[in-house]
């Protein structure tokens, strides 16, 4: 396991008006394998659907919402369930590296390549100005993208989230930039992903 000297400077993305990091192996496949096999049978994963012009539309994932505080996201409110100790265990792992606290965390199951996410950026109020994101990837390596809000003359970015990652989105990013997971053709496994953060109110 990386250590809490850990250099974070060698792994920042060159993204105007933003603070991102991506380690792609911060936890061995191993690791990686037996956390995904563990996430898979103990979280109590949901298809929850989201309204869109008008009619109820599943979501094109599963999720499932763990921590300390509630949290509003796509219009949808996510009362928290308790901490499972395997997220408390991966909490402590990235909170020792960023030296950040975070006391809840989102969980996404994308089933096949046909589940995704849209465009959209973590900037709700209760998040506040500059939020502090840990992502951490399992499963099935996917196309994560990144597209800036205004500036139109910086061209999309787009990374591989391998199996065992680590995506830190930090400082002005939300503010400034979208970001996406996208459906693919590929036939290609699941992936889990989990998003730690500090809600603040």
Same mark, same amino acid.
């Given at each position: 396991?990386?250590?809490?000297?850990?250099?974070?400077?060698?792994?920042?993305?060159?993204?105007?008006?933003?603070?991102?990091?991506?380690?792609?192996?911060?936890?061995?496949?191993?690791?990686?394998?037996?956390?995904?096999?563990?996430?898979? %049978?103990?979280?109590?994963?949901?298809?929850?659907?989201?309204?869109?012009?008008? =009619?109820?539309?599943?979501?094109? =994932?599963?999720?499932? @919402?763990?921590?300390?505080?509630?949290?509003?996201?796509?219009?949808?409110?996510?009362?928290? %369930?308790?901490?499972?100790?395997?997220?408390?265990?991966?909490?402590?792992?990235?909170?020792?590296?960023?030296?950040?606290?975070?006391?809840?965390?989102?969980?996404?199951?994308?089933?096949?390549? %046909?589940?995704?996410?849209?465009?959209?950026?973590?900037?709700?109020?209760?998040?506040?100005?500059?939020?502090? $994101?840990?992502? $951490?990837?399992?499963?099935?390596?996917?196309?994560?993208?990144?597209?800036?809000?205004?500036?139109?003359?910086?061209?999309?970015?787009?990374?591989?989230?391998?199996?065992?990652?680590?995506?830190?989105?930090?400082?002005?990013?939300?503010?400034? @930039?979208?970001?996406?997971?996208?459906?693919?053709?590929?036939?290609?496994?699941? =992936? $889990?992903?989990?998003?730690? =953060?500090?809600?603040?109110?």
């Amino acid at each position: 396991m990386p250590e809490k000297s850990l250099d974070l400077t060698k792994y920042k993305l060159k993204l105007p008006d933003a603070e991102v990091y991506f380690i792609p192996d911060f936890f061995t496949p191993e690791e990686s394998d037996l956390y995904f096999a563990e996430l898979s %049978q103990s979280i109590n994963w949901k298809q929850e659907s989201i309204k869109l012009f008008g =009619r109820d539309l599943p979501m094109p =994932r599963l999720t499932a @919402w763990y921590g300390d505080k509630s949290y509003t996201y796509s219009g949808l409110k996510n009362e928290p %369930q308790p901490w499972a100790p395997v997220l408390l265990q991966l909490k402590s792992k990235i909170e020792k590296i960023t030296g950040q606290h975070y006391n809840s965390v989102l969980l996404n199951r994308y089933r096949s390549g %046909q589940d995704s996410m849209g465009w959209h950026s973590d900037n709700e109020q209760e998040l506040g100005l500059q939020p502090g $994101i840990a992502s $951490i990837s399992f499963g099935a390596e996917r196309r994560f993208s990144f597209r800036h809000r205004i500036n139109k003359d910086l061209k999309p970015l787009s990374i591989n989230l391998t199996n065992g990652s680590l995506l830190l989105m930090q400082g002005a990013t939300q503010r400034n @930039w979208l970001h996406s997971l996208p459906k693919t053709t590929k036939p290609i496994s699941e =992936r $889990i992903n989990l998003t730690f =953060r500090y809600i603040k109110t």
